[in-house]
């Protein structure tokens, strides 16, 4: 469908079609930011005593978030007086648009994607790179000497982990021979790569929760060292989307990894093939999101000195180590 | 006379007092009027409180010494009764109330004084069996002695036949004539008590002696005091006074006999003591008013040869003109306490640090405090190789306080300065960061002293 | 070579990670801290200074509020102190009673530490299971004293309340229940490769620079000095029970952290002792008079506080107040080693460093 639009001609038509999709992806997306924000509070209590929200919409507190995102649209919209304004103001865009255009590449099922690229991986993981930008802008442009650690944390460790997260990849993408993520589901048609490539998935997990900046390697707003970090003079929507911005690329990035490792779309055994895809994808999915959650829960944070350590020294190591092993085998199995 | 010294120094340390007075009591028969006030001084502290056992042991080392010896006993018995202290039987109080008992028969009015307080104190229960024992002694001595203690066995039958068993009466007499054979020998010395003693030990062996003691004691503490009640009491505690009184009587006796070796005797003591166990105990319950005396200045002595000791070694390595003043502070779980002169404070700081033997390596406390007529910065040292404690004190000008910093020996004392800095004005030479670490530079005055008055901007 | 410039950062005194109004003025060298200078005193309420005037039961209810996670100590401390100068013998059911409620404070306190160390380290969880485990002590001390923090519990010679119908059961039944969540505790975190990254090594002094700073309670005891109070110079019934004295010999926060932990395990030990010799009868309050009138004199005593050494100085002239009045407060004294402790750390090492020597402003400014 999206295929087929993106090969029309231009035109006003077009353009609102598009426009109109992207508009209900938006909606989709900010729906599931809604609720994953609730099942983080809710799963959290459960794991920690807790109630969670309960009062807000009804019992389970559905309407927590919403109510929210409504208090901090009203809130008062403060740039400090020292803050370099243009940057200020613009730094959250910067953070946040990447993360939504990343979710145009990602197949939710064998029809529903908005576009199939050829290069599909290496367009998210470029994207998603963006971000950071948006965070040191961030830092920077608040004038705080938190904030600024805070940027500068998120830059150094956004360079050390996108090496690992890109290498931990290319073992998969041997294996397939392809860059599109179509291919790369389709290709774990009989087996998942979790068992193919299990290195290079605990590697993947463990790079992609660095990128999200997720405990246990939320170095950059590190709420208890750096107050909150680079958006500690952030309030009201412009500090909201800062965090739809982290809850979005954690939607992007338990959607790739799903697609990754766990075979997308495809049922976990062929006779299970009667139900649908989508329902399929959402549940691996959120078996992902849940992961995530549950570390958060668990883990105390890592040190800075010692995030760039694991990164370079452990965690590329092991990558490469994993690169050379996949070509090698894969050799073996093509002479055979 | 060595005895009025002595005397004195007794009534700084109260242990020593006790003794004293057991010593000065026999003396009293010799000496004059002096000894007279210290058994009375005695009896006061006695109500005070203080484990009586300890006292009790104190006072028999004191009473054997004391027959044998002079003035030089007087001395000794102050160590036995820190020896003493480790023992307590209670046997040996009742002893020591029985040499009570005996000086006040022999003493003036003063003495018949002090008996009463003992009464009073006595009421409170088994203190009739260390009467009864000193009602024996005393008998003995009434023996010997002048007019008053013929009026006092007069008194004492009196009212022993309101209780006492008349068994006991019996054998008291039996006692009574056997001492009186022994001590019709040595009567002419009042030192010699201590051979009628053993002599009477001896008897008082058999079952019989002791009730012939209690019932005496009995007689005698109803007319030392003239309070009936002590002689019902007495007459209570007859049986179990019997039991100690057997102890003690054998410990006397051996101390008698071994007039030069106190410790055997003190040891021989503890052993009859515990045999008496149960009797002593009561007897301690009883008796615990009259021993009060001797436990309670006893106490320091744990902690008094570490003073002497931090005294000795700093004297002989600084000289003697550093420490203004020393003592123990009771009050403080006895903490040894030194109170240096504010331009040796820094000297005799870093010699209680340094010192091989000393070795205060821990600051516990520094604070200062305003005593009104002057600052006074009161240190607390802790060393952890000799685990002790010492106070070191000093007393500064309170108008321009300033004494040396204790910083740059132990780091712990950074703060705690600038705190006596801030709340009290104190200023401490050769302080790397003297501050207000509290109220900020901006404050005027210093709170914890006693003449300051808030700072208000708006009055 | 880049060209760095050094900054100056207030870390404080509203700060997540300084537990109370600390401030701490860092110049920093990117993250690495080449001078730190503690700020104190946002928290002076002058309590030596308002105790001058008041009677001695009168500022029991202000000792509560110096070190507020283990307010029990505090009151013990003075009341120890007066009993000790009018040589006060308190009667032995009191006595139990106030060990009873200081060892459920000492255990309340490390818990605390334990939750907050690990939020400070970024891990939420520990803290809401230390905090529910601390919430069982609370009521408890609650039912005893009819208050949750600010105790005022203890008086001069003796207690305020008897133990209420069942309660020492109670205190009995917590024992193994707080034995196996300890374990969790240690499943959760002790093991953690994160965990241990933060803390092992991070903070380290050695037992010289322990003395010389003044260092008391687990502190000092993580470099290996073992030196307790309760053992070394027993106060109160303490030696009539059998435990440890922890200590590890490292210095480091790790060697803190275990200390704490394994004292929660002694004192748990000393429950179960205290609730099985628990006297069924008895006074629990001493015949003291009814205005309270320490002798002429000073005194100073010192008795174990989760924290440390807690130290109580009473200079009297024999009035119902007291001339001078002063502690010795164990947070205070501990933190003078911090500024040495962070030269040449990184930020976040502050944050262990700082945990890990558990200090409670209330305390600290006194």
């Known amino acids: 469908m999206v295929e087929d639009l993106l090969h029309s001609q231009p035109g006003i038509l077009n353009f609102g079609i598009f426009f109109l999709l992207a508009t209900v992806l938006l909606l989709v997306i900010l729906g599931f930011v809604t609720y994953a924000i609730l099942a983080e509070r809710k799963v959290m209590g459960f794991m920690q005593l807790r109630q969670g929200p309960n009062q807000v919409g009804g019992r389970w507190g559905l309407l927590q978030t919403v109510a929210d995102v409504l208090k901090l649209l009203l809130k008062e919209d403060t740039i400090p007086k020292l803050a370099d304004k243009p940057l200020f103001i613009i730094a959250p865009v910067i953070a946040f648009a990447p993360s939504f255009i990343v979710i145009a590449a990602i197949p939710f099922t064998d029809k529903l994607q908005f576009a199939d690229l050829n290069i599909g991986l290496l367009y998210y993981i470029a994207i998603s790179g963006l971000t950071t930008i948006g965070m040191v802008t961030g830092g920077w442009a608040s004038n705080n000497k938190y904030a600024l650690l805070g940027g500068m944390r998120a830059a150094a460790q956004m360079i050390s982990y996108e090496i690992p997260l890109v290498m931990s990849v290319l073992g998969v993408i041997l294996l397939t021979g392809s860059l599109n993520l179509n291919d790369i589901v389709a290709a774990q048609e009989n087996v998942w790569y979790i068992l193919l490539q299990p290195v290079a998935f605990i590697v993947f997990i463990i790079a992609s929760v660095a990128e999200l900046n997720r405990v246990p390697f939320d170095l950059p707003e590190s709420e208890n060292e750096l107050v909150a970090g680079f958006h500690v003079e952030y309030s009201g929507f412009r500090w909201a989307f800062f965090m739809l911005a982290e809850y979005v690329y954690m939607f992007a990035m338990a959607s790739l990894t799903t697609v990754l490792f766990l075979g997308g779309w495809l049922p976990l055994f062929s006779f299970l093939d009667f139900i649908p895809g989508a329902v399929w994808f959402a549940l691996k999915f959120m078996f992902v999101v849940f992961l995530l959650i549950w570390f958060r829960s668990t883990f105390p944070r890592i040190r800075a000195d010692k995030l760039m350590e694991f990164a370079w020294k452990i965690l590329l190591p092991i990558a490469l180590a994993n690169i050379f092993l996949t070509a090698i085998i894969k050799e073996i199995f093509k002479l055979l | 006379m060595s005895g009025e010294k002595d005397l004195e120094q007794l009534k700084k340390e109260a242990a020593a007092k006790a003794k004293a007075a057991a010593l000065a009591k026999m003396k009293a028969k010799e000496l004059g009027e002096e000894k007279e006030e210290a058994p009375s001084e005695d009896l006061d502290i006695a109500k005070q409180k203080a484990a009586a056992a300890a006292k009790a042991k104190a006072a028999a080392l004191a009473k054997m010494k004391a027959k044998e010896q002079g003035e030089e006993k007087e001395e000794a018995p102050s160590e036995d009764l820190d020896i003493a202290k480790q023992k307590a039987a209670a046997a040996a109080k009742a002893k020591a109330a029985a040499l009570a008992k005996m000086k006040a028969k022999e003493q003036g009015e003063e003495k018949e004084e002090a008996p009463s307080e003992d009464l009073d104190i006595a009421k409170q229960k088994a203190a009739a069996a260390a009467k009864a024992k000193a009602a024996a002694l005393a008998k003995m001595k009434a023996k010997e002695q002048g007019e008053e203690k013929e009026e006092a066995p007069t008194e004492d039958l009196d009212i022993a036949k309101q209780k006492a068993a008349a068994a006991a009466k019996a054998k008291a007499a039996a006692a009574a004539k056997a001492k009186a054979a022994a001590q019709a020998n040595q009567s002419s010395e009042a030192g010699d008590d201590a051979k009628a003693k053993a002599a009477a030990a001896a008897k008082a062996k058999a079952a019989a002696a002791a009730k012939a003691k209690a019932a005496a004691l009995a007689k005698q503490s109803g007319e030392s005091g003239g309070d009936d009640e002590k002689a019902k009491a007495i007459a209570a505690a007859k049986a179990k006074a019997a039991a100690a009184a057997k102890a003690k009587a054998a410990a006397s006796a051996k101390a008698g006999g071994a007039a030069g070796d106190d410790e055997k005797a003190k040891a021989i003591a503890a052993a009859k003591a515990k045999a008496a166990a149960a009797a002593a105990a009561k007897a301690k319950a009883g008796g615990g008013t009259v021993k009060a005396e001797p436990a309670e200045e006893a106490k320091p002595s744990p902690n008094q040869p570490y003073l002497d000791k931090y005294i000795r070694v700093i004297e002989e390595h600084l000289g003697n003109d550093h420490i203004e003043d020393y003592y123990i502070n009771n009050l403080s779980k006895d903490v040894p306490t030194l109170v240096a002169k504010p331009e040796s404070y820094y000297k005799i700081a870093e010699f209680l640090k340094y010192n091989e033997q000393l070795g205060f390596d821990y600051l516990s406390e520094l604070h200062g405090t305003d005593f009104e007529t002057h600052m006074e910065v009161y240190v607390h040292l802790y060393s952890y190789k000799n685990s002790q404690s010492v106070a070191l004190k000093v007393k500064i000008d309170r108008d321009g306080p300033t004494i040396d910093s204790l910083q740059p020996l132990w780091e712990g004392a950074n703060w705690p300065e600038c705190e006596a800095y801030d709340l009290l004005g104190i200023k401490f030479n050769n302080h790397p960061n003297l501050h207000r670490i509290m109220l900020g530079e901006e404050w005027v005055g210093h709170p914890l002293r006693k003449d300051y008055e808030p700072y208000d901007v708006e009055v | ?366």
């Open chain 3, 1 to 366: 070579m880049l060209r760095t410039e050094e900054m100056l950062l207030n870390v404080g005194p509203q700060h997540p990670s300084t537990h109370g109004v600390f401030r701490l003025v860092l110049k920093i060298d990117g993250e690495t801290i080449v001078e730190a200078k503690p700020v104190i005193g946002y928290l002076h309420r002058g309590t030596e200074k308002l105790a001058e005037d008041l009677q001695y039961t009168q500022i029991i209810p202000y000792t509560d509020r110096m070190d507020y996670v283990s307010a029990m100590t505090n009151n013990y401390v003075i009341c120890h102190a007066v009993e000790t100068m009018m040589d006060i013998k308190v009667p032995e059911r009191a006595e139990y009673l106030r060990v009873i409620a200081m060892e459920l404070g000492r255990v309340a306190s490390h818990l605390v530490w334990f939750g907050t160390y690990l939020l400070d380290l970024g891990a939420t969880s520990p803290l809401l299971y230390a905090f529910r485990e601390r919430e069982m002590i609370i009521n408890m001390l609650n039912e005893l004293s009819g208050a949750r923090l600010t105790f005022n519990y203890m008086r001069v010679g003796g207690v305020k309340w008897d133990a209420p119908e069942g309660w020492i059961d109670k205190v009995r039944e917590f024992v193994p229940y707080m034995h196996e969540q300890l374990k969790g505790y240690h499943m959760l975190v002790t093991g953690n490769e994160i965990f241990m990254n933060r803390v092992k090594g991070i903070g380290t002094y050695t037992k010289e620079d322990a003395l010389n700073y003044s260092l008391s309670g687990a502190n000092l005891r993580c470099t290996g000095v073992k030196w307790d109070l309760r053992k070394n110079e027993p106060y109160s019934i303490y030696d009539r029970f059998d435990f440890d004295v922890v200590t590890r010999e490292t210095g480091d926060a790790w060697a803190r952290y275990h200390v704490r932990l394994d004292e929660i395990e002694e004192s748990l030990k000393i429950l179960e002792q205290a609730c099985e010799q628990f006297p069924a009868e008895g006074e629990i309050l001493a015949k003291v008079p009814k205005i309270i009138k320490a002798p002429k004199g000073e005194a100073f005593v010192r008795i174990e506080s989760p924290r440390g050494e807690i130290g109580c100085y009473i200079a009297s002239d024999g009035k119902k107040e007291p001339y001078r009045l002063k502690f010795r407060r164990p947070s205070f004294y501990n933190l003078q080693i911090l500024p040495k402790l962070l030269e040449g750390e990184t930020i976040a090492n502050l944050i262990s460093i700082l945990g890990a020597v558990d200090i409670i402003l209330g305390e600290v400014d006194g």
